[in-house]
């Protein structure tokens, strides 16, 4: 049965260092009452912009049984960008997508003839990484007995992971060779019994105290509470198969300088001979098909924060970066100036949204409300 439509304080561990200053929040919704991505921004001790991503869902926006190849991932970001373009401005900035020579990754055709253009992803490696090991636990979780799992149904269990020795900041999740953290973790979602009335708040403005959460743990450091599915439910394989989610929590630190040292790197990799065009973009599909919503509040950070390469590229001649779930294009060389876009609220992952409950009127009627 669906959730009602109470007002439930979803609060996660988040790592800083003393003396930052954090004075705004981002986050993009998902319809089931989680965030695809949040962060803090604001400065560390030494006064440096900060971006502190606390936690991201990603998404899985296509499905493969074998990994993209490099051309075919690189052709999405280069079609996508190129459709964005078309919807802004009535026309594409590409053409007749071909492989190119390596470099460059692929030659168009534009305005002013065929030109070299190599694409590049914007990701935050550690992340992915810390991700792919979660990942093992939601691999153990389907292919547990789902009747387990009976009392998380209608929940999504946020998870972190900590030194049981000496808890400090969230560590990386459990390895796959990790088997009996694991095994134990398993076995206590599974016992599991979720207390939603203790993150129950009224009314609409946050409580100055926040509740105390309902939280349950592990010998080995794992740290998990459930909270209510609110408005839909994700189209996840974990979800179908046993009616519950699950979400990490992990804390991320990345400065301004930081940020644009990371558009350096990929401006240095591919600055080559033959190579007219670099589209860099943020929040992409990766060879998996997975979308890290994360990497596009990386984006929007550099943005905010218009520092500029160090060094002009030798053979780059025009650098665009590209955000996938808003459609944004900003042009980062030979100067920073808007492109277009925004032109999506933000990318809206495959979700069932609940039905509303039908009233004894409406059942006797031969209706029902949706």
Not at 75 to 84: E, G, K, P
Not at 249 to 264: C, G, K, M
Not at 290 to 295: I, L, R
Request: net charge negative; glycine share 8%.
């Amino acid at each position: 049965m669906p959730p009602d439509t109470a007002t439930y304080m979803i609060s996660l561990p988040m790592q800083t260092e003393l003396g930052t200053i954090l004075d705004a929040v981002t986050f993009l919704p998902l319809p089931w009452g989680g965030t695809a991505a949040q962060a803090w921004l604001g400065t560390n001790p030494a006064g440096a912009p900060l971006l502190s991503i606390a936690t991201e869902w990603p998404q899985i926006w296509l499905r493969t049984k074998e990994q993209l190849t490099k051309f075919e991932r690189e052709y999405v970001y280069l079609r996508r960008f190129s459709a964005d373009c078309a919807l802004a401005a009535g026309t594409h900035a590409f053409g007749d997508v071909q492989p190119g020579p390596d470099p460059p990754d692929a030659t168009v055709m534009t305005d002013a003839g065929r030109v070299g253009v190599e694409s590049t992803a914007l990701a935050i490696q550690s992340r992915r990484m810390i991700h792919g090991l979660f990942t093992e636990l939601r691999r153990r979780l389907q292919a547990a007995e789902p009747t387990a799992f009976a009392t998380l149904a209608g929940h999504v269990v946020y998870v972190w992971f900590q030194n049981p020795d000496a808890p400090g900041p969230p560590e990386l999740p459990h390895k796959r060779s990790d088997a009996a953290a694991l095994d134990e973790l398993v076995s206590a979602l599974a016992a599991h019994k979720p207390d939603p009335d203790a993150l129950r708040t009224d009314g609409d403005a946050a409580p100055e105290r926040m509740p105390e959460l309902p939280l349950a743990d592990t010998t080995a450091g794992a740290k998990f509470y459930a909270a209510p599915l609110l408005g839909g439910a994700p189209g996840s394989m974990l979800y179908t198969l046993a009616g519950f989610d699950i979400a990490l929590a992990y804390t991320t630190l990345i400065t301004a300088d930081e940020a644009w040292r990371e558009i350096q790197r990929l401006v240095d990799e591919h600055d080559k001979q033959g190579v007219d065009v670099l589209l860099v973009t943020a929040g992409g599909p990766d060879s998996h098909g997975n979308v890290f919503p994360a990497e596009e509040l990386l984006a929007n950070f550099v943005l905010a924060h218009p520092i500029g390469l160090e060094h002009a590229p030798e053979h780059i001649k025009s650098i665009v970066l590209h955000s996938w779930g808003t459609g944004q294009a900003t042009i980062l060389h030979p100067s920073v100036e808007h492109a277009f876009g925004p032109l999506y609220v933000s990318m809206m992952p495959v979700h069932h949204p609940f039905a509303g409950q039908a009233t004894a009127e409406d059942t006797d009627s031969g209706t029902g409300t949706a």
